[in-house]
């Protein structure tokens, strides 16, 4: 059995990547900041359907944490499934903010910073000895990085650098056979910077080629998808799952 590790599992994209990694076949180590109930709900649902998923806590944005985190993770690879190594990792957790870029203090920008960019790439440094060979990378950006979009600057400035630290993954991870891309989602119905209210969802739905805002799901099949062996010579690569937003 594979095994992936997906940050910010215990909701929206997250959990929903988990529910379909798993209804694959694939055993999910998923993590939460701070809302236990939701993981659990969400592992309840995986096991409640024949899966097998475990959720611990961890802040993205606290880089010192992340040695424990990695015991964690060999603690459980050891109990569960026997083993010492997985396959995956999806680097997904995140929020959002919206504020002019006037307005934008130093304290949300580094905020911003720690969760979107330096947090997944020390973390997938710390994680990288527990990885199989022949593994995959999945970092979670945003199509706001090619869509230049009022209020959310270091956000996407962020992302968009995330973006370019998958390329470079893909480059020096290659002698491994351990593949890196990126996934760009459009506007999603989560409660990523506080949900969508109908006025704002007419407006995205309107500037989405496909008539509507996606759902988590829309983009949990095209990560789990990527994960497989069908996505197996795909590398170095963005995939916008937008619905054709702002095209």
Request: charged share 15%; proline share 3%; net charge negative.
């Amino acid at each position: 059995m594979s095994v992936v590790v997906i940050t910010g599992g215990s909701r929206g994209i997250g959990a929903a990547t988990a529910i379909e990694c798993a209804a694959r076949g694939m055993g999910v180590i998923l993590t939460y900041h701070s809302d236990s109930g939701a993981a659990g709900h969400v592992v309840e649902t995986i096991t409640g359907a024949g899966g097998t998923a475990v959720a611990r806590q961890l802040d993205v944005a606290e880089v010192s944490a992340f040695p424990a985190f990695r015991e964690s993770v060999e603690q459980v690879l050891r109990e569960m499934w026997d083993r010492a190594d997985f396959e995956y990792l999806v680097n997904n957790a995140g929020y959002g903010m919206y504020h002019p870029f006037a307005n934008v203090t130093e304290a949300e920008f580094d905020g911003l910073f720690g969760v979107h960019l330096k947090g997944p790439f020390f973390l997938t440094q710390t994680l990288l000895p527990l990885m199989a060979d022949g593994g995959h990378i999945v970092n979670m950006v945003s199509a706001t990085s090619r869509v230049a979009t009022a209020g959310v600057a270091p956000y996407a400035s962020f992302k968009g650098g995330l973006q370019v630290l998958t390329r470079y993954l893909a480059k020096e991870l290659g002698g491994r056979r351990i593949r890196a891309n990126s996934i760009a989602p459009g506007a999603i119905r989560t409660e990523l910077g506080g949900g969508l209210n109908e006025e704002f969802e007419a407006l995205l739905a309107a500037e989405t080629a496909l008539g509507r805002v996606g759902e988590p799901r829309d983009v949990a099949g095209v990560v789990a998808s990527l994960l497989s062996d069908s996505g197996g010579w795909i590398n170095a690569q963005s995939i916008e799952v937008a619905g054709g937003y702002n095209i």
